[in-house]
Structure formats: C-alpha cells, structure tokens
C-alpha cells in the first residue's frame, strides 16, 4: 500500500502562484483561472508516489538531492519531502535562472 502525504505550501511558493496568477489575469482572468486550477491539482497529485518526480537537476549538480520538481509546463513546482509531509517551496517559470533562485531560497 502506498503512504499518503499531507501538501503544505510555504508562503513564498503560495507567493510565486500568486504572482503568476496576477500576471496573466491582466490579459485573461479565465486562464488565470485555468491555471490556478491546473497548478493546483497538479500538487495535490503529490500526497501519492511523489518519489516519482525528479530531484532539481541544477540543485543535483551541487550535490544537493532532497529537492524534487513536478513540471507543469511552463511551470516548475519545487517540493521537499519529509516524512508524511510535501512541502511546496516555490513555483517558478523554467524561463528564469532557477538555479540562482533556488540557491538563494533553500539555502539559508
């Protein structure tokens, strides 16, 4: 039988959704809506298998392994994984330097 996790979002992930949300609704408040929407159930998917997502490449090539993504294109939901727990970190478009951003983030 598969473990069942519980999904918490940091505020700086609930942020970046926000920011995304924001930015498409100047021009079409119904796909800010779909993509909210998308996002969204896309982690919920997590609370199952979410061993099944990669860990971030750019974080692996630093030797840093305890961080995974799930890619809703062009999206890139970062999560972290720890006992019964997901923890979503940030939400980022794949268009920005990821790897500076997440350095900066996860490691304080």
């Not at 909210?36 to 490449?57: D, H, N, W």
């Amino acid at each position: 039988m598969n473990q069942s996790y519980e999904i918490a979002w940091a505020s700086v992930a609930e942020n970046d959704l926000k920011e995304i949300i924001d930015y498409i609704a100047i021009d079409s408040p119904a796909n800010a809506l779909k993509i909210f929407q998308k996002i969204k159930k896309k982690a919920s998917s997590l609370y199952t298998m979410p061993e099944r997502c990669c860990i971030v490449p750019e974080l692996k090539d630093q030797g840093i392994s305890q961080y995974r993504e799930l890619i809703v294109p062009p999206w890139r939901i970062i999560f972290r994984i720890a006992e019964i727990k997901i923890y979503v970190l940030s939400v980022l478009d794949s268009k920005q330097n990821i790897e500076d951003i997440l350095l900066k983030r996860l490691i304080k």
